[in-house]
């Protein structure tokens, strides 16, 4: 399959131009040294339809629940639900390609962290975490969140904690749309489903009413990351020009 072909002028209509994801993608390409890869028309169609029918099951399940649940779990609600319905071959597909393809053709060099696209999460190892809609994992993941809300301040809040495989799925595919279908900006700026260590650790880290800009380099100017940087317990995952080809990421915290 040639995956260069470009998408023609007339599948990208459904993109406001001045979407705010494109353009932090846009801001922030570092690290870029492979040429562009698209995806082509038909598989195109195919993630604007799988995209349609993830969100009708975060919908279901509740944005909580649904950053814990399996693949298995996401296939049985879609053959159950009609709310949802069941995913089409050319979805399961995609889906299977995005977890098992190298992304290195795309410039992204991360070490893989899950190899099972059924990754299950136990319930007895997670701890939800009050007023966030989030889960982080027991042990030194949640210690260390609760190190950094004690010596940082009430001010730091978790903005993403733990993503099984569906909820890592969910967001590449959205930056992917977001990219009119260019792989490698995608990539430059997620880990694709199979790369991501919010599977396996790391969780993310904002200022209280930033919003989105927590999610952006501004986060790096704030006393909150200043007072993060002097921790020795922790450190961040992505810094700047890092190896992995992935955009700075301030907010992202790697538990060490």
Not at 122 to 130: G, L, M, Q, T
Not at 139 to 148: A, C, F, H
Request: positive net charge; charged residues 25%; hydrophobic residues 35%.
């Amino acid at each position: 399959m040639n995956r260069r072909n470009f998408l023609t002028l007339t599948t990208l209509t459904p993109f406001i131009a001045n979407n705010l994801m494109a353009i932090e993608d846009n801001l922030n390409k570092s690290n870029k040294n492979t040429a562009d890869v698209y995806l082509e028309t038909k598989e195109w169609n195919t993630l604007v339809s799988l995209r349609k029918r993830i969100r009708k099951l975060k919908n279901y399940v509740g944005f909580a629940n649904f950053n814990i649940i399996s693949f298995n779990d996401a296939m049985f609600y879609g053959r159950n639900y009609s709310a949802i319905g069941k995913f089409t071959k050319d979805e399961l597909e995609l889906i299977d390609r995005l977890f098992y393809e190298d992304p290195t053709k795309y410039g992204f060099y991360g070490e893989k962290t899950c190899f099972n696209i059924n990754n299950k999460i136990a319930r007895k190892d997670i701890k939800k975490i009050p007023h966030t809609g989030h889960f982080l994992f027991k042990g030194k993941p949640l210690d260390d969140y609760k190190r950094i809300k004690k010596d940082v301040g009430k001010s730091i809040i978790l903005t993403s904690g733990i993503r099984n495989t569906m909820k890592q799925l969910s967001l590449y595919v959205d930056k992917i749309y977001h990219n009119k279908g260019n792989m490698t900006n995608a990539s430059n700026s997620i880990a694709p489903p199979a790369y991501s260590y919010h599977t396996t650790s790391d969780f993310d880290v904002g200022r209280k009413g930033w919003g989105y800009r927590n999610f952006t380099a501004d986060f790096a100017t704030t006393k909150e990351f200043q007072k993060i940087m002097k921790l020795n317990y922790i450190s961040v995952r992505y810094t700047q020009n890092n190896k992995d080809g992935v955009r700075y990421e301030p907010w992202h915290i790697k538990v060490i």
